[in-house]
């Protein structure tokens, strides 16, 4: 998974170095939040990548976490890689990104929830 994403990481630096011919202008100039996104997000990635492979066995819980980081932050870059290319589907990209971030995020609070509703349980059950 790691090659692929490598793979279409180069082709879209590629597309931008093409778009920007590097001599009169570049997209550190005039995206540049665009890269400043893209280049963190493929630190996360690569580090959360990094986590996996080292301590695999010791954060065995933690892998869908850490796969969800890893998709959502290959998925920053590319969609940050299509706001310089092409901004209208790349703003479209971005929605579609936050909705599944949305999602992530209350996957991993459910249990959390289901917690305090299990205490909240208990806690009535001794009352009575």
Known sequence: MTDNFLDLLKFMVTLVAAKYDWKNDSPFTRDHMAM?????????????????????????????????????????????????????????????????????ALDLHRPFYDFGMLMDREETYLNH
């Open 36 to 104: 400043r996104i893209m280049i963190f997000a493929v630190f996360v990635y690569y580090m959360t990548a990094t986590i996996q492979e080292r301590f695999n066995i010791e954060i065995n819980a933690h892998l869908a976490s850490l796969d969800n980081i890893k998709f959502l932050s290959e998925a920053l870059a590319v969609t940050s890689m299509f706001l310089i290319l092409t901004p209208r589907v790349g703003w479209l990209f971005l929605f579609v990104w936050v909705m599944f971030l949305v999602k992530v």
